[in-house]
């Protein structure tokens, strides 16, 4: 018989800290669900939304994509569980529209709350609240979690990894972090670093880590031998690799978190050596993708910050006296203010004069770069193609001095933008073009026709709203490496099936390409439900079972 816990101890336990952090995250749970028609505001989430219409079709997990470079298609390496829980969610009766939106607004009110449990459970509810405050000094952050949904949710796993290894549950542990691998391709591994290093520097944790990492990775192996066995498809993971910019208040605080936390540790206090090596662990992504080590770094930076700024507020003002409360009270007060309200980032490209990466003339569409950082050739007439979506931002044009001060850039704050009513962009598909374009697809092809288009882009979204396979696909990290030379071979092969269809707007249609049976075998998706729901069955159970246990 378990024991549960009366309301009025956990409401005892419950402090101010801890109600403006509670109160700060239903806040911005507002302002998203207030801001909900501009989700989803970038593209990546149709990717995912295809992959989940393949699912569909398939009936479960498959390892070959059919419905992108169609009709050959392409290995399917990309971890499935978010796509699973996406799939379940659309069996549910969700729209693909609610679907798209829940999952690109979801993710940083699940990083904030994550992130306040652990801060609060290994440090105190005060150093919880700065985290939180931290984390929203970063708009970029707040963005990045709308788009890169999959980086995001293994984010908010590892978070609740972390928790449960330091709460010693075990089996817990070892569930979420398997679902964390199963999440993405690459950002998981790193986590599985920050673990090891943790274990290394805290003896206490290094039998529960080693359980942890060595069953999940286990659990984890039909999916890593699919991928060994595909590896010749899979393309190097290096990115275009944009500007490296950072932002100040969030990088500065964190700077004294680190040397407070260094200090601790030489005391013998191992409790801050876990946000140090989580940041030590994001050091790879400087090698292969450099604009994104600052973005992933958020959560880390803003941990330490929360260390360094409470124990400054706590420790410095005693020694002015009997007002020294008052003082550093005040000066807390006027940092918050400070961080909720504006932002500083500095550019480290900017400072040095260099151009930005992909970065247009003014007035010119932004074009997809292939692999090897070229630009692909334009696309023939009747493939459907449409410039690039995303918003150019202002300070693209602003002129770059190639001085120490040309990188501090002024940057809106999270709490900023929501608040302030700034347009966030309109999702993509709702387009006229885009929307003219799914409802003649609908109306004048059949489920077993592919559509030609031009831009991975233009396919994931034909693919969500229709079902039906196209041309292209994206991403290049998880294509293969001669995609050009895929969709010549597939041009070639059915050019006498081309035909020109549409009523409202032209397109190109490879006629009856998929007559065949077509769709791989599959991993039944009833099953894979049963699993994540055993696993978080699993999760529940652990936590509620006494004291920290596992197997």
Not at 225 to 251: E, K, Q, R, W, Y
Not at 358 to 378: K, M, S, T, V
Not at 497 to 516: K, L, W
Request: aromatic share 12%; proline share 6%.
């Amino acid at each position: 018989m378990h024991s549960t816990i009366p309301l009025k101890r956990i409401f005892k336990k419950v402090g101010l800290w801890d109600i403006l952090s509670i109160g700060l995250i239903f806040f911005i749970t507002l302002l998203i669900i207030i801001r909900w028609d501009s989700f989803p505001f970038f593209v990546d989430i149709y990717y995912h939304l295809s992959i989940m219409e393949m699912f569909d079709q398939a009936g479960g997990i498959v390892v070959h994509d059919f419905l992108q470079y169609a009709p050959l298609g392409r290995a399917h390496l990309y971890p499935p569980f978010l796509h699973i829980l996406m799939l379940g969610a659309y069996k549910a009766g969700f729209s693909v529209d609610a679907i798209g939106r829940l999952v690109s607004s979801a993710m940083f009110p699940l990083t904030m709350v994550a992130s306040w449990a652990l801060m609060r459970k290994i440090f105190g509810s005060a150093e919880s609240f700065v985290t939180l405050v931290l984390l929203l000094s970063s708009w970029q952050f707040f963005y990045t979690t709308a788009v890169v949904s999959a980086s995001a949710l293994a984010t908010v796993l590892a978070l609740a990894v972390y928790y449960l290894i330091y709460t010693r549950r075990t089996l817990a542990a070892i569930v979420a972090m398997t679902f964390c691998l199963y999440s993405h391709m690459s950002y998981p591994h790193l986590i599985s670093l920050s673990l090891v290093l943790w274990a290394v520097f805290d003896p206490a944790f290094r039998r529960h880590i080693s359980r942890v990492l060595a069953i999940s990775y286990a659990l984890f192996s039909p999916w890593l031998i699919v991928m060994v066995m595909n590896i010749d498809s899979l393309v190097s993971t290096s990115a275009p690799g944009g500007n490296l910019s950072f932002n100040i208040i969030l990088v500065t605080c964190a700077l004294s978190g680190i040397v407070i936390a260094l200090c601790r540790y030489r005391r013998g206090d191992y409790g801050p050596i876990l946000p140090l090596v989580m940041l030590v662990s994001m050091l790879p992504v400087l090698l292969y993708y450099p604009s994104r080590f600052f973005v992933h770094s958020v959560v880390p930076l803003a941990m330490l910050g929360g260390i360094g700024v409470v124990s400054l507020s706590r420790h410095r003002p005693a020694r002015l006296g009997r007002h020294g409360v008052a003082v550093g009270a005040l000066a807390i007060c006027l940092i918050y203010s400070l961080i909720l309200a504006q932002g500083f980032s500095y550019d480290m490209s900017l400072a040095a004069g260099k151009p930005l990466v992909n970065a247009p003339n003014q007035g010119e569409a932004p074009r997809p770069y292939d692999e090897q950082g070229r630009l692909p050739p334009q696309p023939q007439d009747g493939v459907v193609y449409y410039p690039g979506v995303a918003p150019r931002p202002d300070y693209l044009d602003e002129p770059r001095s190639g001085s120490l001060m040309g990188g501090l850039l002024e940057r809106p704050t999270t709490l900023y933008v929501l608040i302030s009513g700034v347009t966030l962009g309109d999702p993509v598909h709702e387009s006229p073009e885009y929307a003219h374009i799914i409802e003649d697809i609908l109306e004048t092809t059949e489920q077993d026709d592919v559509i030609v288009t031009g831009q991975g882009i233009n396919g994931c979204i034909i693919t969500s709203y229709t079902g039906r396979a196209t041309t292209s696909g994206m991403f290049h990290e998880v294509g293969t490496d001669d995609e050009l030379a895929l969709r010549q071979a597939i041009m070639g092969e059915w050019q006498s099936a081309i035909g020109t269809e549409g009523v409202n707007m032209s397109f190109t249609v490879i006629d009856g390409a998929y007559e065949d049976d077509h769709i791989p075998t599959a991993f039944p998706y009833p099953l894979a439900f049963i699993l994540v729901i055993l696993g978080t069955v699993l999760i529940t159970y652990d936590i509620r079972r006494g004291k920290g246990g596992g197997p």
